[in-house]
Nanobody, 119 residues
Framework: QVQLVESGGGLVQPGGSLRLSCAAS????????MSWYRQAPGKERELVAN????????NYADSVKGRFTISRDDAKKTVYLLMISLKPEDTAVYYC????????????WGQGTQVTVSS
C-alpha cells in the first residue's frame, strides 16, 4: 500500500520559517524523484521544488528560489522542504509528489498540509 504523508504545516508570521516533511511507504523510495507542489485558493496547483533520485540536483520555482530548500533522506524514506523568509503569498496547501524514475510512468500524491503566512 502506497502512502505519502505530509506534516509540518501551520500558521507562521511573515518572515518566519517552517519545515515540511513527507514520509513515504510502499514504494522503492530511491527510484522516485520527489517534488513539492502547492495550491492556493482559486489557483492551479504549481510546482515549488523537485529533487532527483540521488539528491544531486534540485530545481525551484522562481518565486521561492533562495528561500526554500528541498532535501531527501533515503534511509528515512522522507523528503523535506525547508521554508524561510515566508511571505503571505506562500499561503497554500502543500503537496508531496513521487514520480518513478526514469520514465515517470507512475506518480503518487500525498493529502497535503496547510501553510498559512499571516500577521
Amino acid at each position: 500500500q502506497v502512502q505519502l504523508v505530509e506534516s509540518g504545516g501551520g500558521l507562521v508570521q511573515p518572515g518566519g520559517s517552517l519545515r515540511l516533511s513527507c514520509a513515504a511507504s510502499g514504494i522503492t523510495f530511491n527510484r522516485y524523484a520527489m517534488s513539492w507542489y502547492r495550491q492556493a485558493p482559486g489557483k492551479e496547483r504549481e510546482l515549488v521544488a523537485n529533487i532527483t533520485i540521488t539528491g544531486d540536483s534540485t530545481n525551484y520555482a522562481d518565486s521561492v528560489k533562495g528561500r526554500f530548500t528541498i532535501s531527501r533522506d533515503d534511509a528515512k524514506k522522507t523528503v523535506y522542504l525547508l521554508m524561510i523568509s515566508l511571505k503571505p503569498e506562500d499561503t497554500a496547501v502543500y503537496y508531496c509528489n513521487a514520480a518513478y524514475s526514469p520514465n515517470y510512468r507512475l506518480t503518487y500524491w500525498g493529502q497535503g498540509t496547510q501553510v498559512t503566512v499571516s500577521s
